[in-house]
């Protein structure tokens, strides 16, 4: 799977969008990119995956450049329980392929 | 609650004691996974099932640890002879493999604490 590179970490004040980068310069055409976050002491949340194409859910958007190498989590307003480390995590689907590659990921610090 | 549960959600054991961690899939979730955090670190993969068939080991799974899903419904993970480096959070998650769909749902996790 390919790596990603994430910064260590953000701010972001409440009620304002917070985006979050992450870097997959060596992604292939059949991976995809997962997003999954962990509040403290708690296991990892499934956000939103996407192959190429914008993806939108109840929680979140997902940007995905059009050359794949790089894509932007959207928390539309954040509040203050999406404080939390931020997971960017490609990986093919289908298959043999099924081990999520967790990196340091991204703190978020959502500020009142 | 329809989630992965996992129980206990903390465990306190000595060196040298076994211990045994339960894993309850979402309900019809044909693949499960054991992973391990520790402190400061993102999750690493351990094992994983495909319903009752363990495919795949990791290097971090040493011959103390061993984990089981006997129907291919719940799974256990058994640490033998437990060490002060065992100290961690096992996480459980679970996915129904279906075409190319394959979003992997995790528990709350079991903390260990070896003294």
């Known amino acids: 799977d390919a790596k990603t590179t994430q910064p260590t970490s953000m701010d972001c004040a409440e009620g304002r969008a917070a985006n979050l980068p992450c870097n997959h310069s060596t992604i292939s055409g059949n991976e995809y990119v997962y997003w999954y976050r962990q509040i403290h002491s708690q296991g990892p949340q499934y956000i939103i995956h996407g192959l190429k194409n914008n993806e939108t859910n109840e929680m979140a958007s997902l940007i995905i450049t059009e050359d794949r190498k790089s894509s932007t989590l959207i928390l539309p307003h954040a509040t203050l329980r999406d404080t939390a480390v931020y997971y960017c995590i490609v990986m093919a689907r289908g298959g043999s392929n099924y081990k999520l590659t967790f990196g340091k990921g991204t703190l978020l610090t959502v500020n009142p | 609650d329809t989630g992965v549960s996992q129980d206990p959600r903390h465990k306190i054991t000595k060196r040298g004691q076994n211990v045994t961690f339960r894993c309850d899939p979402i309900s019809e979730h044909n693949r499960l996974y054991w992973y391990r955090q520790t402190l400061g670190q993102g999750p690493e993969f351990l094992t994983y099932f495909q319903n009752e068939a363990q495919l795949e080991k990791s290097r971090l799974l040493s011959d103390r640890f061993s984990a089981e899903r006997p129907k291919g419904s719940f799974s256990t993970l058994e640490i033998q002879r437990t060490e002060q480096g065992d100290s961690a959070m096992y996480l459980c998650?679970?996915?129904?493999?279906?075409?190319?769909?394959?979003?992997?749902?995790f528990g709350p996790g079991t903390r260990l604490t070896v003294l």
């Open positions: 998650a679970s996915s129904l493999a279906q075409g190319s769909a394959d979003t992997q749902y």
